[in-house]
């Protein structure tokens, strides 16, 4: 086998795998280095498995709106084999055999770069391999769970993500450390699941504090409605778990404590780019890799150096992430033949508009663009709309007690959407509607002739029209 390569990419996540497969459909050859699982932490510790656990509670709460339909009880054993089999059991050899296919060399090992262009892998027994790139390293190494330093926290073997996606058994009594998606998320489907005591500590004021404030409070309201205890302007002092797998004892500040069975940690993620090696090319061996808008190292000499998805900062979104794959990886293919590498197609844009995310919760928030906070700070003049969801057709013809609302945020001098949210139940398939009209900057005018369909809850683009004025 080679040790030398067009480009060798550190990390074979969803980001990882996108740049193998441009790179290699533009006639270049191209290594790829994973030490865990091919397909990574979306694929069997985030994304994917999450939403196998969201998706029958989202179901039964559909179902109990309806009226004629009868609601049975959840069947946790065949909720937990689903998930195993959106997993694939956590055995990525289908994941292997795509890198194979597109041509690229999977390497199963620790990748750290070694020099310019020199990638080191260290393989399960501690052999060791030189790679050499002729063209780029890509470095897409994600990001992993933030343990805080909470005094007894990290001896108590605290979940994260990923024993909270990958439970076998679910605890009657849960602690979620977190106000943000994985803490609203995770909590949420959990609880559907039979952790019937579950109380989410909230540093802040409010949950999801990227989002519109109406979506948040929606969310919490709906939290609170299934049963989950969400406690505000709170913080945990200690953690106690003096016998391992035992109950947990949580300290809080504001004087109570609680006793669990599992504590989840949901306070953020830090950027794999410790480790990596960047102390070898003179690089800061922590915080994000800085790159321009082609994913390229600002601070590399011969710009051979490349990051794309967490390990940039940039975004934390797995869609973001193989995003910037792409355009990566044509403008790797392009500088490495001499072709034209400035098209726009091969430039980040979307980053700065206000990438889309779902969060999906019961009620489902969905965003795309400038909040209108954001938007104002940023000295845009700005008009917002908002809208009940509910009170469109064909929302109500989903079932009885259809709560949502719709927010546009309008730059009045182009009149066209800084930013669009929504949040209820099974809005998620409203969101890719709103990516493209704040993405292409679809004047209002020209939105008024998308005629959405009757009878659908898509009509709130009309509605939210006409409360703007059209």
């Known amino acids: ?168 058994d679910v605890p009657e009594r849960l602690v979620v450390l977190g106000g943000g998606v994985v803490a609203c998320e995770m909590s949420q489907a959990l609880y559907a699941l039979g952790a019937k005591e579950t109380t989410l500590v909230v540093r802040g004021d409010r949950l999801l504090g990227r989002v519109e404030p109406f979506a948040s409070e929606m969310v919490t309201d709906s939290l609170r409605e299934y049963g989950i205890d969400v406690r505000f302007n709170t913080t945990i002092q200690r953690v106690s778990r003096p016998v391992p797998g035992g109950e947990v004892t949580v300290d809080l500040s504001d004087g109570s404590r609680i006793v669990a069975d599992e504590i989840l940690v949901a306070a953020g993620r830090n950027l794999g780019s410790f480790d990596v090696g960047l102390g070898s090319i003179g690089l800061a ?45 044509d403008v790797i293919v392009a500088r490495a033949t001499g072709g034209k590498e400035d098209l726009p197609s091969m430039r980040d844009r979307s980053d700065a508009i206000g990438a889309p995310q779902v969060i999906f919760t019961d009620p489902n928030v969905c965003a795309v663009g400038r909040t209108e906070e954001r938007a104002r700070r940023e000295g845009f003049n700005v008009r917002s709309v908002e809208y009940d969801l509910g009170a469109v057709e064909g929302a109500y013809l989903l079932g009885d007690g259809y709560k949502g609302r719709a927010k546009a945020v309008v730059d009045e001098d182009r009149r066209v959407l800084l930013g669009v949210t929504f949040a209820g139940p099974g809005a998620a398939e409203l969101l890719h509607a ?9 004047t209002l005018d020209d939105l008024w002739h998308a005629v959405p369909t009757f009878p659908t809850v898509s009509e709130i683009w009309l509605r939210l029209l006409e409360e703007y004025g059209l």
Not at 73 to 84: E, I, K, Q, T, W
Not at 290 to 304: F, I, L, N, P
């Open 1 to 168: 086998m080679s040790d030398v390569f067009d480009v060798i990419v550190i990390g074979a996540g969803p980001a990882g795998e996108n740049v193998v497969g441009r790179v290699t459909r533009g006639g270049l050859t191209a290594a790829i280095v994973e030490q865990e699982l091919a397909g990574g932490e979306c694929a069997y510790w985030a994304c994917v498995p999450s939403k196998a656990l969201l998706r029958p509670m989202e179901l039964v709460a559909e179902t109990g709106r309806m009226p004629g339909l009868t609601l049975e009880p959840v069947d946790v054993a065949a909720v937990l084999a689903r998930r195993d089999e959106t997993v694939s059991r956590y055995d990525d050899s289908g994941q292997i055999r795509w890198i194979e296919s597109v041509n690229g060399t999977p390497f199963r090992g620790t990748g750290r770069l070694a020099g310019p262009r020199q990638v080191e892998v260290t393989d399960g027994d501690g052999g060791k391999r030189l790679l050499t790139a002729r063209h780029a390293v890509v470095l897409a190494t994600g990001s992993a769970a933030t343990i805080p330093p909470v005094p007894g926290l990290a001896d108590a073997q605290p979940w994260t993500n990923r024993e909270a996606t990958g439970v076998k």
């Open 285 to 329: 061996a922590e915080g994000p890799v800085v790159v321009d808008d082609s994913m390229r190292a600002t601070a590399v000499e011969d710009g051979w150096l490349y990051a794309v998805g967490d390990v940039n900062g940039r975004n934390l979104l797995t869609h973001m992430g193989k995003y910037q794959a792409r355009l990566c990886g």
């Open 434 to 442: 709103a990516t493209i009209a704040v993405t292409a900057e679809v």
